[in-house]
RNA sequence: GGCCCGUUGGUGAAGUGGUUGAACACACAUGCCUUUCACGCAUGCAUUCAUGGGUUCAAAUCCCGUACGGGUCACCA
């Protein structure tokens, strides 16, 4: 059977970085087999569904390019994909195994677990529930059930020996069974706890593979041990390291973290940012760094992963996405711009401003910088810095140089940069200037700074009237 | 605190016991080009692989300890 995987995040209507980059690895580790990659929504928790999350997410993949073979819009045959309208599934499952004696009902309040808990942080001693309720005996569980008195269910875990889980990237990890907890397999409102649902999931939908930050590692033992309650296969698992920000700490929202969604409205293209994200944590074998998403379903080999964390790095991310940029056609790169730029272009034409946006293409890292770098021809306020104040002092040809700029613009008939250019060559003849104090007179008088694009389409862009005026 | 995982330059990383004097890319620096800046191109940038010890003729690569970093111990996912 090929490989099968599926992403599997809650509704928050949030997508970081990290959770995107574990979606992109699921993708290719199921494209890469001809197998197929599904979506399921992990909504157990109710307080934290929000509205709209489940276009979010599918708009998000969209945009990456990374298609959903099954999922809560295009179901296929283990459906319902979403959690919370499989809790009778869930509910079926964790009876089933306290029938078999390997899960119980547990009555303990939620207060009396929190007493126990304080009692053990001020002893300084690991709190455990100590599994008094698997002792009740059927009489006294019939009897709270009639009262209908809350429950959860919970797994009894092995209370010796060492459990063995095989991971392709960090190898075996072995855990003593002893610092497992009976963990609850089913909550009092009846929802199941992540662990339990995504067990009971992942065997249903027949997940082949299953990929997840690494933060899970030294939690799967457990899922294993559910596994082998049940008398199932468990699947291959695959952690992947995490990824970290700029200070060393794992992303977060409450860091001010970005999210693709942040990235994509500063103008960054998904392609670029899932090439950039694939590289995290995982490297090819050749030193080809730059992939469409098909080189990638060719190329990616689980392998490949590496062990230690990445940090996240957006100058690279600038990098790969100036690159992208470069590679789109003019139209295309004009349609992706345009939206971008804030300033009042109401009163220019339309072929000013596509000329605007053009010089700047091979310029530019994400959509919303072409506002810092088109800022000179929108401000008329000139100000001249005094380091550039001196420079116009500097040198005795700088007044005639200007002059002469002056003197032949204003002849021109026609206003356009190949004209341009030719006055630059005209005021070169008539006054022996050249190099620098030939080109930053003018620069400076006319923007105010030393830098810009060409010069002929910079004085071309500002405008003649503007020009003239700026030169006197 | 217990347990789990990690540690190659500012960043992503290659490297799985001997052509590695540690690739490649980003960033940075310098130079060239463009009669200017930027773009582009070229060059430079770890005497060393967290650290101490061990195994070996030979270690970034294998083993042990230490330090540091992160993760995890919920009726959250």
Redesign the pocket.
């Given at each position: 059977m090929s490989a099968r995987t599926r992403f599997?995040p809650?509704p928050t209507g949030f997508m970081h970085i990290g959770n995107l980059r574990t979606a992109i690895f699921e993708y290719l580790v199921a494209k890469h087999d001809g197998g197929e990659f599904l979506l399921r929504i992990?909504d157990?928790?109710q307080n934290?569904k929000v509205e709209g999350a489940i276009d979010f997410i599918y708009n998000t993949l969209d945009l990456c390019n990374m298609k959903i073979d099954e999922g809560p819009k295009t179901p296929g045959e283990y459906g319902p994909y979403i959690q919370s309208e499989r809790i009778n599934i869930y509910k079926e499952y964790a009876e089933k195994l306290v029938e078999m004696g390997k899960a119980y009902y547990c009555f303990?309040?939620?207060e009396t677990?929190e007493e126990m808990?304080e009692y053990c942080d001020r002893k300084k001693i690991?709190?455990?529930?100590d599994g008094r309720c698997s002792h009740l005996t059927k009489e006294e569980i019939e009897e709270k059930l009639k009262n209908g008195e809350?429950y959860?269910i919970r797994q009894k875990m092995p209370k010796t020996g060492v459990s063995v889980v095989h991971d392709v990237v960090?190898?075996d990890?072995?855990?003593?069974n002893q610092?497992l907890?009976d963990q609850?397999l089913l909550?009092?409102?009846g929802?199941p706890?992540?662990?339990f649902a995504n067990v009971i999931d992942d065997h249903l939908m027949h997940i082949t593979h299953v990929i997840r930050g690494?933060?899970?590692?030294?939690?799967t033992p457990k899922y294993n041990l559910l596994y082998e309650a049940f008398g199932w296969e468990a699947p291959t698992y695959i952690h992947v390291?995490?990824v970290l920000g700029s200070d060393?700490?794992?992303l977060s929202k409450r860091n001010g973290d970005a999210s693709f969604m942040d990235l994509y409205n500063e103008g960054y293209l998904p392609s670029a940012i899932v090439n950039y994200l694939v590289?995290?944590?995982w490297?090819p074998?050749t030193?080809e760094?730059v992939y469409s998403m098909d080189d990638l379903i060719k190329n990616f080999d689980v392998?490949?992963i590496?062990?230690?964390?990445?940090?996240y790095?957006i100058?690279?991310l600038?990098?790969f996405n100036?690159k992208y940029i470069n590679m789109l056609s003019d139209e295309e790169y004009l349609k992706f711009v345009r939206p971008y730029l804030t300033y009042d272009v109401s009163n220019k034409t339309e072929e000013w401003v596509n000329k605007l946006l053009t010089i700047y293409k091979?310029?530019l890292s994400y959509g919303k910088e072409i506002n810092d770098l088109v800022g000179i021809f929108f401000n008329d306020d000139i100000n001249i810095s005094k380091e550039n104040e001196e420079f116009l002092n500097s040198d005795e040809s700088i007044p005639l140089v200007i002059k002469t700029y002056k003197e032949e613009l204003a002849k021109l008939d026609d206003w356009n940069t190949e004209k341009i250019a030719n006055v630059?060559?005209i005021v070169?003849e008539k006054t022996g200037v050249?190099?620098?104090l030939?080109?930053?007179p003018i620069?400076i008088k006319i923007s105010g700074i030393?830098?810009?694009?060409?010069?002929p389409d910079e004085i071309y862009l500002i405008g003649r009237e503007k020009v003239l005026e700026r030169l006197s």
């Open positions: 599997a809650s992990e157990t928790d934290r303990c309040a939620e677990l808990r690991p709190f455990m529930y809350k959860v960090y190898g990890v072995r855990v003593e610092v907890e609850i909550k009092s409102d929802y706890t992540y662990n690494n933060e899970y590692l030294a939690q390291p995490m060393g700490n794992k590289l995290l944590g490297s074998a030193n760094e392998n490949r590496s062990k230690s964390p990445a940090t790095d100058k690279k600038q990098w100036h091979d310029h630059i060559s070169k050249k190099g620098k030939l080109y930053m620069r030393e830098h810009g694009p060409e010069l």
